[in-house]
Structure formats: C-alpha cells, structure tokens
C-alpha cells in the first residue's frame, strides 16, 4: 500500500469505514427486525455482551475515522481562498477544530456507555 497515493489512501480508507458502518447497521437493524417488541431489557442484555461492544466500539472508532477524512476532503475542496479569501484559513481551522471537538465529544460519550 505505500505506492498509492494520499488520495487513493483516503479513499481506501474511507470506503472501508464506510463499509464497516453499513455491516454494523445491518447488524442492528437484523436485531431490531427479528425481536418483537423490543424493551429495556432486551436492548440492555444485547449491549451487555462483550461482542456487541467490540463492535459498537469499532462502529464508533469507523465513524469517527470515516468523519475526519471526509470532513478533511470537504475542507480543502470548499473552504479555500476562492470562496473565503483571506478568511479561508481561519475558515478551515475554526471547522476543523469544531469537527474535531465534535468527534472527540461522540467517541468519549460513546465509549462511557458502552463500557
């Protein structure tokens, strides 16, 4: 994989989380589909399993992966000096660092209930 370039290693990289957040998804929604009338209960009982929290954790760690990149590629195609002019580095910063408060709230808070 080293001779790929950055691009194609974002993409890459992106497309496998992606893919790991619609197995996750699939995952949740064949849960949800074949119980009944699911309470507290069986919603808890299913996310005290070890398994489910494994994967939650890397639905969540995938997630956030898959956010950073994504938000970094529309960074660099929309907050450039052509739309922003001098303020575009202010622009890119500011959004980078609010995506990244965003993620980092996202992943403790998750991880908090999961384990």
Do not use: E
Not at 4 to 9: A, P, R, W, Y
Not at 19 to 26: A, G, M, P, T, V
Not at 81 to 105: D, E, H, T, W
């Amino acid at each position: 994989m080293h001779k790929l370039g950055s691009g194609t290693k974002d993409f890459i990289i992106i497309r496998v989380c992606a893919f790991l957040i619609l197995i996750y998804s699939i995952y949740l929604a064949a849960f949800v589909i074949s119980n009944d009338g699911i309470n507290f209960n069986d919603w808890s009982s299913f996310f005290q399993s070890q398994i489910n929290k494994i994967l939650t954790s890397v639905f969540f760690v995938a997630f956030a992966v898959h956010t950073w990149r994504g938000t970094w590629a529309i960074a660099t195609d929309y907050l450039t000096p052509r739309f922003f002019g001098n303020f575009s580095k202010y622009a890119y910063l500011i959004f980078r660092l609010f995506v990244a408060g965003v993620i980092a709230l996202v992943l403790t808070w998750s991880f908090f209930i999961i384990w």
